[in-house]
């Protein structure tokens, strides 16, 4: 069974980076009811950011792991502030409109940011320096990289981060809070306006290290990766459940692994007749399923009536 | 302590809240009675911001609360306990009760606030660990009320404290709010039970269709036999 074996690893790379995307979306559900379709293109120019400066840092005879790490750096900063000024410029002054309107905001941001960086990259593939050097390890008849152990590694960590900042830390508890009712929160002296930043900042800081973690795996970069991956990791936080974190993590990693079985199975299944690049049907038949059968998700407690 | 002159709150087109003018004074409490939607709950929303009054002044120890962000009141010192409770659902009784305290950052003090606010509700003590949205609705009031409690506040606002409640656990909420009065607390206190109201507190002040028309000391609003035949079904 190396098969099952190598697309589960493969699943589960995939997975802890639509996971962190996932979180991204579903925090700012969680608090404002907001599906922020413009979150794939900050995860995508996150991953632009990266590349444009490990490509200049390339030549400078830094040591290859210092370059990645300071790309990785520039990324996340750049893709904090971008998620803050979406939040300033485009959601914050629709607070009160129906909330159709902040929904089309949304969508409209996500053409804009692809444009923009159509115009600044181009509109070809790029192709991602490696920094690591690749070394394989093999496994019961599957094999893996140092890259793939690195994202899922890195995912868990910053998962785990995630989890202790909403649980046990001040700014965690008002989130909390101004998800579960924020007219209360407001009465406790909880500055909403803040906390709605926050979960853009944070969720765009996780988007973006998502984004590297894509390019380093995949190697390659556009301008419209941000489209399939964000609609990716919004079926993962609405199989999770989307508004519940936990949820977000559980569904990213469950939809990689449907996925990879999918893709690493359908030859098998259809006799040859659909191949292995018609991965991308998985995430939607379960966002169909999910949404045919239980709405609010794996973890959703509460069916909400938010658009 | 608090002065409200002219306050008038609006929804669309529609007063419900027509200019009142009324007064708090430092440790004692008033009640503010009426019948269903006189207008008490949106006197007290707008006093705490969770509405933006159309117009008036809400004057606090010589401060003008309308000028503050409404997330800066309960630094102020002013806490409501909102009609329906308005509990953190999925968050336990304890957390409930430190987001009362998010305001404030001197721990010592509010771990005693904390000590002394599960000695007012033993019975939260032992649902400590519970998630609110788990607790019956007498022992969500109470969380409630512990949370505001948990603020430090100089003055309570409370909203209909009594509401949904079997009668027991009405007759446990009042007997808390009387032991947190007598300790000099202040507190406006809206309530569609006039009776109990009127009970527990010192001043009272009648709503009628968005505006006050009677106020008395609350004993003589009892004899009252207007009042009497009008909120107190006689």
């Known amino acids: ?307 | 302590m608090l002065e409200v002159s002219g306050l008038r709150v609006s929804y669309g087109g529609i007063q419900a809240v027509r200019g009142i003018t009324f007064h708090v004074n430092e440790g004692e409490m008033v009640a503010l009675i009426g019948a269903n939607g006189a207008g008490k709950s949106s006197t007290l929303r707008a006093l705490s911001r969770l509405l933006d009054p159309a117009g008036g002044s809400v004057r606090y120890r010589g401060k003008e609360l309308l000028a503050l962000p409404p997330h800066g009141l309960v630094a102020e010192g002013i806490a409501l306990v909102p009609e329906g409770r308005g509990v953190f659902p999925r968050m336990t009784s304890l957390e409930n009760l430190y987001m009362g305290a998010y305001a404030r950052n001197d721990k010592a003090a509010i771990a005693r606030d904390l000590e002394h606010v599960l000695g007012l509700f033993p019975r939260l003590k032992e649902r400590a660990q519970q998630v609110a949205g788990t607790l019956s609705g007498g022992e969500q009031q109470m969380l409630a009320i512990g949370r505001a409690l948990m603020s430090k506040p100089r003055l309570l606002l409370l909203d209909e404290p009594s509401m949904g409640l079997a009668p027991i656990m009405v007759q446990k909420i009042f007997e808390v709010i009387r032991a947190v009065a007598s300790e000099g607390m202040t507190i406006l206190l809206v309530e569609q039970n006039a009776k109990l109201a009127l009970e527990v507190s010192q001043r009272g002040y009648v709503m009628e269709s968005g505006e006050i028309t009677v106020t008395d000391e609350s004993n003589k609003l009892l004899a009252d036999p207007k009042v009497r035949a009008a909120y107190l079904g006689e």
């Open chain 1, 1 to 307: 069974m190396d098969t099952l074996l190598q697309q589960l690893i493969n699943g589960l790379t995939l997975g802890a980076v639509y996971a962190l995307v996932a979180l991204g979306y579903t925090m700012v559900y969680g608090i404002i009811g907001l599906i922020n379709f413009a979150h794939g293109e900050v995860v995508m120019i996150g991953t632009m950011v990266a590349f444009t400066v490990i490509v200049s840092l390339a030549g400078s005879g830094m040591p290859p792991l210092l370059i990645l790490g300071i790309g990785l750096l520039v990324a996340v900063l750049a893709c904090m502030i971008l998620g803050w000024a979406l939040e300033r410029v485009a959601y914050r002054p629709l607070r009160h409109a129906p909330r159709l309107t902040p929904l089309i905001t949304a969508i409209g941001m996500s053409i804009v940011l692809q444009n923009v960086a159509m115009i600044i990259w181009g509109r070809n593939y790029i192709t991602f320096p490696p920094m690591i050097n690749k070394e394989i390890f093999e496994v019961g008849g599957a094999s893996f990289t140092n890259v793939q152990v690195a994202i899922v590694c890195l995912a868990a960590l910053v998962m785990l981060g995630l989890t202790y900042l909403v649980q046990r830390t001040r700014i965690g508890m008002a989130m909390r809070a101004t998800a579960q009712n924020p007219h209360v929160a407001l009465l406790m002296g909880v500055d909403i306006n803040r906390v709605i930043a926050m979960a853009f900042i944070i969720g765009s800081a996780l988007g973006a290290l998502a984004g590297c973690m894509v390019g380093s795996y995949y190697e390659i970069a556009h301008y419209q990766m941000g489209f399939m991956l964000g609609l990716k990791a919004f079926t993962a936080a609405v199989l999770g459940g989307i508004g519940n974190m936990a949820g977000a993590m559980a569904g990213g990693l469950l939809l990689g692994i449907i996925e990879a079985l999918g893709a690493g199975y359908i030859g098998d299944l259809t006799g040859d007749f659909l191949g292995s690049h018609y991965q991308d049907i998985f995430a939607f038949v379960v966002l169909i399923i999910v949404l045919m059968f239980r709405p609010s998700g794996l973890f959703g407690e509460r069916t909400g009536d938010r658009a």
